[in-house]
């Protein structure tokens, strides 16, 4: 692994493009961080939910008694008790038309739907004795049957999620563009049926909520381990009828999210609600085996596709199916039915193919949720793409760089439209391309690939070409009628002694988000890093905005900053100007210090600050002693800025046991203008772990019934250190117009294209065997059976 260097970019003296570590960083490793979890308040109480047994059960009665009756217990809540305070949601969108999901409440009331649903609330003095009174409640259910797989789901007779829908299929959409049947007449034909497993997030910090509500002010705080506190004050204020003002949403240090964070959860909604029936402060946090069955689940998607290709290479069309089951719900508020729309709007699109034809089913089952998780459709888009690029090189003989080489969308096309409607500003994919073909040393691979198999060692080269959604404008979720915003707000307040507090709406996870918003608002005020402190996550505290999520933190979230920070540039230069009876034009401001014409200092920044604040009086008349300033940005280009990348993956498959061996993985990418590379190549590193935990060990494993199989540590593989490769990463930089900063984003591109690299790479092993895989996760087992050795 090799050190991050500086952007060439980087202007001399400058902080954007240096490769400058997390202030943070030493704080959290000292164990000085404050999780939600911290927090303790007086008279607070825990919270402990009674889950369903059954994926599918009415629930007939609860007896209570017993546990209200045990010490400790303050309270034991069901579904009737939020009737008339807690409106229920719907995870619908205005602009998938037609789709359609059951209303949720905090607890189930009449039927569960997955196994793991709350079915009632114990409230305590101690965790321990809220656990403890669980056990003391009578739950009676009559079981169901389960919906399961979701073919069956849509299967004439299947039991139904909800009888009032009518059916089990909740989203349907088709794309249609070119003519696809044109496309395919006569042309050699590749074609495959992928499956991708379930999974889920694995956050090192599980979600943790603290509800306190004041009946005395009428005013309810929530502290939450969450990347997006505005769409929870709105979600809170709508649902319980409070006014907005009074709803204060705090996120302090969050261990992790990865969209997980991003849904409203039953249990969030039960917290709070019980905070307003006791009036008292109320804890929960998810232990890790209430994670893993209700956290969001994702990927689980069933996909059929075939790709036309001519004879010299020339990609000319596709066909998608996609079928996905999304749990008893769709999420709210940003819905189940987002990931598959991607996932038909995304393959293909690196390539110049006009004829496409996609149909989208987003299918109800007794399951737990499933939704938006890290890089969302994008390695479902990306692995279905890239392993159809790699038969058709096979079918037509050309190497694998080759075929890419000829079909991507080329320099001379941009701004290019996709055959789903995509529309890209410019991309660099044959650069791309071009870097990680020399980084790999790709002859020199091939060559000892094939010196290595006549020794029968079988190692496999794989590629993914990746374009990545990133910087979503309001065509993303307001034209649908969420509540979530597409812009972001930022406060800069120059303090007495000359440092800036920076107020953003944008939240940190541990991605870094405090440190490139210091290095853009030092480098665009003119001052050093150190003298800037970024504060987020706090609705009373910080301005509106969308806050973290779909790769916007830095493309928009920075480019308000940067504006920002302008701003108060030109405040303290014009305040400058009337102290020192210069043009404000004449001045500089550099490293703390106000220069005069000819360059020297004329005065520092903590100078001007204590004059304004104390000394206000000295000021010439008309010049106003403010040195705070706010602004807010928002997309207003392309609905979208595309990054893009590669990557390459060796592998090594022992045939005989089916174990892999990750030899090395290379990725180059283009998020546009870099803020701070050693941070982009942290979030590409963890996000290819993600990937490749995708390809080889990830999975949630249901049985027959709708039971998770492995919902623990135990059982559920997750990538470990020992497991990974050396990640080897270059970068190519193509800063979007729409923004004077030019960033995009970045935090998905790691995910989105490793696990199909490892696809490839699989089958690039397999193929002295004739074998071939389409199936993620790639256990030994399903390695084997397709070697046909089991």
Not at 89 to 110: D, E, I, N, V
Request: glycine share 10%; charged share 20%.
């Amino acid at each position: 692994m090799s050190p991050s260097s500086d952007s060439p970019h980087r202007a001399p003296g400058g902080y954007i493009g240096a490769a400058l570590p997390r202030p943070g960083a030493k704080r959290l490793l000292q164990g000085r961080g404050r999780y939600t979890d911290d927090i303790v308040l007086p008279r607070m109480l825990h919270a402990a939910f009674l889950r369903s047994p059954y994926a599918h059960a009415r629930l007939l009665a609860l007896r209570i008694e017993a546990a209200l009756a045990l010490p400790g217990v303050r309270r034991v809540l069901t579904g009737a008790d939020f009737e008339g305070i807690c409106a229920p949601w719907t995870g619908t969108l205005g602009h998938f038309a037609g789709m359609k999901s059951s209303p949720q409440r905090p607890l189930a009331t009449g039927k569960v739907v997955w196994a793991g649903q709350p079915v009632a609330m114990v409230l305590a003095e101690s965790r321990a004795e809220a656990e403890d009174a669980l056990e003391a409640i009578e739950a009676e259910f009559e079981e169901l049957d389960p919906v399961v797989d979701p073919e069956a789901a849509l299967a004439q007779g299947a039991a139904l999620i909800d009888e009032a829908l009518g059916d089990n299929l909740i989203f349907r959409t088709r794309i249609e563009s070119g003519s696809p049947d044109s496309a395919f007449a006569g042309a050699e034909t590749v074609e495959a049926e992928f499956r991708f497993g379930r999974h889920t997030a694995v956050t090192l910090e599980p979600r943790t909520i603290l509800a306190d509500y004041d009946p005395g002010e009428e005013r309810l705080t929530v502290h939450q381990s969450t990347q997006t506190p505005y769409q929870f004050q709105d979600l809170y204020a709508r649902h319980f009828g409070l006014a907005e003002s009074r709803v204060r949403v705090v996120a302090p240090d969050v261990g992790g999210s990865f969209g997980m964070k991003l849904h409203l959860y039953h249990e969030d909604m039960a917290v709070v609600g019980a905070s307003l029936l006791t009036g008292r402060p109320v804890k929960f946090a998810a232990d890790r085996i209430e994670s893993f069955l209700s956290d969001i689940h994702a990927r689980d998607h069933r996909v059929r596709a075939r790709l036309a290709v001519a004879p010299d290479g020339t990609l000319r069309g596709i066909e998608v199916e996609d079928l996905t089951g999304v749990g008893p719900f769709s999420a709210y508020p940003r819905t189940s039915a987002v990931e598959g729309n991607q996932v038909v709007r995304l393959i293909g699109a690196p390539y110049r193919i006009a004829d496409y034809r996609a149909d989208l089913r987003v299918v109800a089952q007794t399951k737990t949720q499933m939704s938006q998780y890290r890089a969302v459709g994008h390695p479902i888009a990306c692995a279905v793409t890239e392993r159809l690029v790699d038969l058709a090189a096979e079918r037509v003989g050309l190497d694998p760089f080759e075929i890419r080489r000829r079909n991507y969308v080329t320099q001379d096309m941009y701004p290019h439209t996709t055959a789903s409607g995509y529309r890209f500003e410019r991309l660099s994919l044959e650069t791309c391309l071009e870097q990680l073909h020399a980084l790999m040393d790709y002859p020199a691979l091939r060559a000892e690939q094939a010196a290595l198999r006549a020794r029968g060692v079988h190692r496999g080269i794989g590629l993914a070409t990746y374009v990545e959604i990133t910087n979503p404008s309001p065509a993303f979720y307001g034209v649908g009628g969420a509540h979530i915003a597409a812009q972001d707000g930022c406060v800069l307040k120059l303090t007495p002694s000359g440092e800036v507090q920076c107020l953003i709406s944008v939240t940190e996870q541990g991605q870094g988000t405090e440190a490139i918003m210091g290095q853009i608002v030092a480098e665009g005020l003119g001052i050093r890093r150190e003298a800037v402190r970024v504060i987020t996550g706090d609705t009373d505290v910080t301005p509106s905005g969308g806050a973290t999520w779909a790769c916007r933190g830095a493309g928009i979230g920075g480019e308000t900053a940067l504006q920002a920070s302008r701003k108060l540039r030109r405040r303290v230069l014009e305040i400058a100007g009337a102290i020192l009876q210069a043009a404000p034009d004449a001045l500089a401001l550099r490293d703390g210090q106000i220069l005069g014409p000819e360059g020297t200092a004329r005065m520092s920044l903590g100078d001007l600050a204590t004059l304004v604040a104390f000394r206000s009086d000295l000021l010439p008349p008309g010049i106003a002693p403010d040195l705070t300033v706010a602004h807010h940005h928002a997309p207003r280009g392309y609905p979208f800025a595309f990054s893009n990348g590669i990557h390459g993956s060796l592998v090594e498959v022992d045939a005989e046991t089916g174990l892999v061996r990750i030899l090395r993985h290379w990725v180059v990418e283009d998020c546009g203008r870099i803020i701070n590379p050693l941070l982009v190549d942290e979030q590409i590193r963890g996000g290819v772990v993600q990937g490749l935990g995708a390809a080889f060990f990830e999975e949630c494993r249901y049985d027959e019934r709708g039971q998770l199989l492995n919902g623990s540590l135990a059982d559920y593989l997750v990538p470990m250190a020992c497991e990974m490769p050396d990640i080897v990463i270059r970068h190519v930089e193509t800063p979007t117009r729409d923004s004077d900063l030019g960033a995009k984003g970045v935090g998905e591109a790691g995910t989105a294209a490793a696990s199909g690299a490892a696809l490839n790479a699989v089958n690039d092993a397999l193929r002295p065997f004739g074998a071939a895989l389409a199936q993620l996760p790639m256990t030994p087992e399903r390695i084997l059976r397709a070697l046909g050795t089991v």
